[in-house]
DNA sequence: ACTTACCGTAAGCTATGACTTACGAAGATT
DNA sequence: AATCTTCGTAAGTCATAGCTTACGGTAAGT
């Protein structure tokens, strides 16, 4: 059941595939065409289309067409996204530490 | 085909599910038993165990004994993981886009 | 000691997701 | 204009992930 769609659950999702997220790496490290990520992997180039077409929704990843080639490059705004959401726990998480502090040091 | 199973692979993929990543947050906002656990999600128990054993396995998630009750709270060196993993690309997206801006800037 | 509450795991079902091959469209090359 | 390259998508297959019910084990309550 698909109760939540979120645009950060899109990009946690879409790195959870490992082939998926050594896409992701491959397109970070270096902007390239498909056939040219295809040879980086060890799957077919359809393969590598299907996975940069999540990444893509995911916002983690654009492409900018250049003849018939489609040159994929970074897109830091999925990253920004996910940042943010994990920043939101870290806060949390000091903030109920600091807490747990409080009320361990608190006298009775 | 799982190539690789890096420690941060887990987490990644461990907040891939909605329901998982909704027992993640509530374990995130509150530490709780399983059983309360369960009532806050619109499945059954033995279901959000599983999920707790699989954000354990990603040290998103501890457990500790209190009775027969296991209180789950938050675990950082997950969180942590994932943190770092996303950084990396942060910085090299801005070094790869100061590199862009060198080039373009520079004279022919 | 018997029952009750709490929890993890096994077994089984079903939906989904990751891959393949096949195809068609659009721009480059000759 | 004919071919070749590049790419996305459709169709189909197969493995896996998430859920359920059922069960057993341990600690607490009476």
Redesign the pocket.
Known sequence: ??YEDSPMQRSL?AL??P??RAVFEAVAAQPR????L?KTQ?????????????LSEANLVR?E????????HLDTAGLAALRDYLDQFWTDALGAYAAEVRRRTKPN
Do not use: F, N
């Not at 067409?65 to 994929?72: F, M, N, V």
């Open positions: 059941m698909t999702s959870s595939d082939t998926r065409s498909v056939t040219e295809a060890p799957i077919s180039r359809p393969a590598v289309s299907q996975h940069l077409k999540v492409a067409a250049q003849g018939t080639r489609r040159i994929y």
